[in-house]
């Protein structure tokens, strides 16, 4: 008795999921994803992913879109906080709140957390002794 | 002096051909493109060149992760096509990098991930950024448009509209579509089986030889197939008569193609019929 009325209760549940699932793959049709369906299936197919269903491709579309976004977020956290950090007179603040500038500095903090690690050259030199001081370079 | 009108117009260089290296460059310029329209939505006004670059490369590298996890776990079940829960699971894997509710739970199914329902999340609270430039299709989907709509009618029908028509890539233009075979279905289903092949002249044989005697009926038992109660009266020879093709003395007559073996006493090598009776299997 215990055992089917469990039965019975995962069986409704699973058809919650299904249902939510079902609703959710039917409203991506209506979400248009920043990356277009051609450009994902062009990258899905160089990777061997066969999929005649349109949602699948907008699913990858979206989780893709998702992460970017976050990375983002994440980039413009430290942007901000880099800036309330200087502090400097009222007007250069005010005007470089309004130029957010997504820099390698703050990508790469923000793709840390992510797993990816980036490291950008800082500056390249003519030669070995540039920007030596005088007395070194004479050595 | 040469007046600017009569001189022709300097010839243009011809278009580089679309190689594949052109194909990637154009697929990541529009990449950017998309990535940049995203960085704005969050909130940035600009960005640098080289960090934007990194981004897009990060994007690709990211989806085609998933298509190839997707792919890979397809393709382990014996499948070539990827399906929801192909899709899903390569997404929680790439997702576990930073986590999502309920990653923990290992036994759970994957209706209720909580990947995908953070998607749908995303979703509901983030406004629609569609992409900048209108796409023009065939740039992507080389393959014919023919192949791509009749094979596209062919699937399930709970999902017919959401399969697509110009997606085979592989298949060149100039090749005729497939033909439709949902009438020599509904013939052999009349036996209450689907009988295997195109030939239609193949399967009228089998409905014949059904139809014969108790030999057949033990053969027709053995396959399974289901006789039907009134069945058509059918002619057939068995002697040496050299009028028809492919008759062997002392055999059944048989028409070729698909066929049991039938030891033949009696052979008669005539020229004519040399290659009707070798090619009975």
Redesign the interface.
Known sequence: MNQSNQGQQTSEG?HE??A??AD??A???D??P???D???????????????????IR???????????????D??QH?KARQSAVVKDKRDKQQKD???????D??SKS?R????N?K?QEYFADSPSAGLDPASREE | MKSKRNRPPPALPPPPPSTASSESDYAFTLTNTAVAQICSSTGFTAAESPALRILTEIATRYLRSIAKSAAESANSANRTESNLTDTTSSVEALCSVTGFPGASEVTGSFLNSGAVTELAKFTEHSEEIPFAKPLPRKIFSIGSEKSGKVLGNVGSNSNSEYIGGERKKHIPKWLPAMPVIAKEEEKGREKGKEIWGFCGKAKEIEIEREQKGEENNDRGERKGIELALNREKVRFKIGSDGGSGGLLGGGVCRRGGIGKRVLCENWSFDDKNHHQNIGTK
């Open positions: 699973r999921d299904d939510a699932l959710f793959l409203s991506l049709m979400y248009t920043t990356i277009p051609e450009l994902v299936e062009h990258y899905l197919g160089k990777s061997g992913f066969q999929c005649p269903d349109v949602r699948l699913l990858v579309a979206v989780a893709t879109q998702k992460f970017i976004a976050d990375v983002a977020t980039a413009l942007c309004k130029r957010l500038i997504l820099t390698m703050d990508l793709l957390e992510y797993g990816v980036v950008h």
